[in-house]
């Protein structure tokens, strides 16, 4: 890999709405890298790592632990389910993936606990055609809690007196919401309390003040990557909402969830599919129709690494990710899957979206338009040749560096990472064409 295709400090952030093959990216830059950290989201990300005839599915950990020696962090901004957190060890340590010295977890970062799990269960259920489709991993009622105040943090589960004096008055609150509101049985303090006090133990060696081992990394000068969970367009803040999750998931995330000063980011990279998908509910202007769906989800795998559900397919659209470039000020792009697309005959992207006789450019806030925007296409040729054994730009076929250029023109945005095969060989590095 070119020693310059990432800067310093990077954040590597999903573009679209998440599974865009940010795993597969991250563990190609973890080459380049000291410490890999995540900064936002929990186990609800499945990031998939292959490489010869293994296959990982990081949910919690970075992508970086496959790396022996790369440091792992665990920033403030991701909430945490510690049974999550020991089993994907577990899975680790069986394959020779050792975690000791080497992974760090924030002591502000918040934990999730069983009733944030059922209140996740429990919302979903009730929502019937308003539901977002969640993982049901309790993320929302885990996030929710920490605005509210009502959360407990690592450093709270560290200190006895705090811990117990904290769930007491916590528990009372949520058993209270369990049945008053949902006429559920409430949860015992005693078991909750059992269970995390022996987390606390096995806990304890990997927790750290890591906003402060991250800012000595970055004064020693260590190359730093923030790894980005779900995609920009499930940002609480600038994705479609309400069908997103509850965390930062695009660049400014990386700030307030780890504590390394803005001023210290050099590089933002957005990693896009060559096409969309989505998982859970939520607008998708590009979907598309039965038969394609099908036949795109069967070439590209599409079911979710975290709960196996189905992806929906659409065309790529230039709107969502421009939308994406804007709010991470994206200086480079990594797109994969380009290899999904080599049957096709001919190749869509969405320039813009058509509602009520209104024309819009720009990905918008409302809705309605996003419900009922009719997409407006431009075709590419397609290519019809297998991509998945490229090592080189030059190498592609005409038509797929046209597609790709196009893309490149729209987004203004330059490509430097080609992906045609979810292994870590089949990746074209681009440095200058
Ligand atoms: P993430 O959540 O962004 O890390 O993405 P996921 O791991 O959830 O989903 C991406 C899927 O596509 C995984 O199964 C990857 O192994 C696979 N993948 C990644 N890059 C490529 C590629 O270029 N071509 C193909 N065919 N598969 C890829
Ligand atoms: P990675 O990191 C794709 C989706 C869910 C649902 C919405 C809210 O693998 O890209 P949540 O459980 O977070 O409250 O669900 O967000 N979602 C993802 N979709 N990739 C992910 O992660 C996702 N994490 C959450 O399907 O629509
Ligand atoms: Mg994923």
Excluded at 18 to 35: A, R
Excluded at 117 to 141: A, F, M, N, V
Excluded at 389 to 397: N, S
Aim: aromatic share 8%.
């Amino acid at each position: 890999m070119p020693k310059n295709i990432m800067k310093r400090t990077t954040i590597l952030v999903g573009a679209q709405w998440g599974d865009e093959g940010k795993g597969k990216i991250i563990d190609l830059l973890t080459e380049n890298s000291d410490i890999i950290v995540r900064y936002q989201g929990g186990n609800n990300a499945g990031h998939t790592v292959r490489y010869g005839d293994k296959k990982f599915i990081l949910h919690l950990l970075p992508s970086g632990i496959l790396h022996p020696g790369k440091k792992c962090v665990i920033g403030n901004g991701v909430v945490i389910d510690l049974e999550a957190f020991f089993h994907e060890i577990e899975i680790l340590r069986e394959s020779n993936v050792f975690v000791k010295n080497r992974l760090f977890v924030s002591d502000r970062a918040h934990l999730i606990f069983p009733y944030h799990r059922l209140l996740d269960q429990l919302r979903e259920g009730q929502k019937g055609s308003g539901k977002i489709g969640t993982t049901k991993r309790g993320i929302g009622p885990c996030y929710a809690d920490k605005a509210d105040r009502l959360g407990i943090r690592v450093a709270d589960l560290m200190n006895p007196k705090v811990f117990r004096d904290r769930l007491t008055y916590v528990l009372k609150e949520q058993n209270h919401i369990l049945q008053a509101v949902y006429r559920h049985q409430p949860f015992s303090f005693s078991k909750i309390h059992r269970e995390y006090t022996h987390y606390r133990d096995r806990l304890s060696p990997f927790v750290c003040s890591t906003e402060l081992l991250l800012a000595e990394a970055h004064r020693a000068k260590k190359r730093i990557l923030f790894e980005g969970a779900q995609g920009t367009h499930l940002d609480v803040d600038h994705g479609t909402y309400p069908y997103v999750t509850s965390s930062n998931a695009s660049a400014g995330g990386a700030i307030t969830g780890t504590g390394l000063s803005p001023a210290h980011i050099e590089e933002v990279i957005g990693v896009v599919k060559a096409y969309t998908t989505r998982v859970g509910e939520g607008p998708f202007p590009t979907e598309f129709p039965p038969a394609l769906m099908a036949m795109v989800r069967e070439l590209g795998e599409e079911f979710g690494a975290t709960t196996g559900r189905p992806r929906r397919c659409g065309w790529f659209d230039a709107l969502l990710v421009k939308h994406s470039v804007l709010v991470n000020g994206l200086s480079k792009m990594a797109v994969t899957k380009l290899d999904v697309l080599d049957t096709l005959p001919t190749i869509k992207i969405c320039v813009a979206y058509q509602y009520k006789g209104k024309q819009f450019r720009n990905f918008p806030a409302d809705q309605e338009v996003l419900a009922h925007a009719k997409p407006v296409y431009v075709e590419c040729p397609g290519w019809l040749e297998q991509t998945s054994h490229i090592r080189e730009w030059k190498k592609l076929p005409a038509k797929a560096k046209s597609y790709l250029t196009r893309l490149e023109d729209m987004l203004e945005t330059r490509i430097s990472i080609v992906s045609i095969g979810s292994e870590r060989l089949q990746t074209i590095f681009i440095d200058g064409k």
